[in-house]
């Protein structure tokens, strides 16, 4: 199943500076997108969301991005931390099913 | 701040064995959801749980899996005659509501091993 995809699995910032993680999907029907932190041993941690009707969403550090057109969204970080260093999975659902389709993820190493 | 959470943390178990897993949801949530994560793959979407049945499963969900509310706040994956390739973090996860907009909430999970 490869509707929702991250293609880099891994990137390195210095913190302070700005990280983006890229995600994709091929699935039309997508109307939610969302990304979740996971510290290793523990579940995925809600971060930011963001409906297909916008185009950017902002919270604190973290913004999302969706470009419907390119279906393709990111994830920024202004300015990194090195406790951002995780997994970051980005997720999307269609309609009024909950079922959600994740990426494969994008380890994300802030150095200080 | 109000979180999922789950037990065990880990299980053990050998081939052919039941096993159940729990999980109590945030309290005022209404949708509750198993995922589950092979090492090195993605997570993957199990099972949806609302009003007392299922959603939605996925096809990964057979007949070797079954899900129950037997109260008011537990929320248990049974998977009744387990196989090797079942070894797996399991996520329970919930929502006050379902559709767009809608946020699901994840416990951290119960590392099942068969061996």
């Known amino acids: 199943d490869q509707q929702v995809k991250q293609n880099s699995p891994s990137l390195s910032v210095q913190e302070g500076r700005i990280s983006i993680l890229n995600c994709d999907y091929t699935?039309?029907?997508?109307?939610?997108f969302l990304w979740y932190k996971k510290y290793p041993a523990e579940g995925p941690t809600f971060l930011i969301s963001?409906?297909?009707?916008?185009d950017k969403n902002e919270d604190g550090r973290f913004t999302v991005f969706l470009n419907k057109s390119a279906k393709h969204l990111s994830l920024h970080i202004v300015p990194s931390q090195p406790g951002d260093s995780a997994v970051y999975f980005c997720?999307?659902?269609?309609?009024?099913?909950?079922?959600?389709?994740f990426g494969q993820g994008t380890t994300l190493q802030v150095k200080p | 701040e109000p979180e999922v959470t789950q037990t065990p943390s880990h299980q053990v178990t050998q081939m052919g064995q039941e096993v159940i897993l729990r999980c109590v949801p945030i309290?005022?949530?209404?949708?509750f959801y198993w995922y589950r994560q092979i090492l090195g793959q993605k997570v993957e979407f199990l099972v949806s749980?609302?009003?007392?049945?299922?959603?939605?499963k996925s096809e990964i969900f057979d007949d070797q899996f079954s899900v129950e509310r037997p109260d008011g706040s537990n929320f248990t994956l049974k998977i009744r005659s387990t196989k090797l390739e079942d070894s797996a973090m399991y996520f329970c996860?919930?929502?006050?509501?379902?559709?767009?907009?809608?946020?699901?909430?994840f416990g951290p999970g119960t590392r099942l091993l068969v061996l």
């Open positions: 996860a919930s929502s006050e509501l379902v559709g767009a907009q809608e946020t699901q909430y």
């Open positions: 699935n039309s029907m997508f109307d939610y």
């Open positions: 963001i409906s297909s009707i916008k």
């Open positions: 997720a999307a659902s269609a309609g009024n099913t909950g079922k959600l389709i």
């Open positions: 309290s005022n949530h209404l949708y």
């Open positions: 749980f609302y009003n007392n049945e299922i959603s939605e």
